[in-house]
């Protein structure tokens, strides 16, 4: 069964440092990978999505991803943050389950931009 | 465009007692969901409709109930509240059910508690 790991819950940088938030996927099949977020008191709002094509993904507010298919990774990367980006971030992969397909997240990563 | 709503908010409810959180959308979606977040647990899938009438299970199904009478509205019931279904809930919805390239919009969420 397709699922995500989010290696870190929680990841403290300093405004304007770069950032990267990891995910590894396992599924046997291809796979459609995506990133949301969600920031304080709001629901998760889209960032970025990989379904095939170009393993470097841009999303918006300056995110981006690479699809790395032999280290079964998705990392999203940020080069220089601000204190605005401090959210919840959710990696999720798409997965059939009882015939239909869905989205199987990850246990979510907490970046706080410190100033 | 409202996107999607929640009602209500929040809520307080003792062990045993009912309730119904209701779930709107005005973007004529035939999928949506429910959601639940758990700290260090990410999202997880309740039940979900695959159009107005039908409903299906998720992931953690137990001790819900859902409806889509009309095809705007997903409600989600509680017959008997435990303190084991203090979380957020979230609702979604998608236009179809393809993950891969129908983006899911997500309501502000509704915090229950427990007592």
């Known amino acids: 069964a397709q699922s995500v790991t989010q290696l870190d819950s929680q990841v403290p940088v300093f405004e304007e440092a770069p950032v990267e938030l990891r995910c590894n996927y396992s599924?046997?099949?291809?796979?459609?990978l995506f990133w949301y977020v969600q920031y304080p008191n709001q629901g998760l709002q889209l960032l970025l999505k990989?379904?095939?094509?170009?393993?470097l993904v841009k999303g918006i507010n300056g995110f981006e991803a690479e699809f790395n298919k032999s280290q079964t990774s998705f990392h999203l990367r940020k080069p220089s943050v601000h204190i605005s980006d401090t959210a919840e971030y959710f990696c999720?992969?798409?997965?059939?389950?009882?015939?239909?397909?869905?989205?199987?997240f990850g246990k979510g990563t907490k970046l706080t931009v410190n100033p | 465009n409202a996107g999607v709503t929640q009602t209500p908010k929040f809520r307080v409810l003792k062990t045993g007692q009912s309730m119904t959180l209701l779930c709107a959308q005005d973007?004529?979606?035939?999928?949506m969901y429910w959601y639940r977040q758990d700290p260090g647990m990410g999202l997880r899938l309740i039940h979900y409709?695959?159009?107005?009438?039908?409903?299906a299970k998720g992931e953690v199904p137990d001790g819900y109930n859902v409806s889509r009478l009309k095809k705007q509205n997903f409600l989600l019931g509680l017959e008997s509240a435990a303190p084991s279904q203090t979380s957020v809930y979230f609702c979604?919805?998608?236009?179809?059910?393809?993950?891969?390239?129908?983006?899911?919009?997500f309501g502000p969420g509704t915090r229950l508690t427990v007592l």
């Open positions: 979604a919805s998608s236009y179809e059910g393809q993950v891969s390239y129908n983006e899911q919009f």
């Open positions: 999720a992969v798409s997965a059939v389950q009882g015939g239909s397909e869905k989205l199987v």
């Open positions: 409709s695959v159009g107005e009438g039908t409903t």
């Open positions: 990989y379904l095939s094509g170009s393993t």
């Open positions: 973007m004529n979606h035939e999928y």
């Open positions: 599924s046997s099949v291809s796979v459609y």
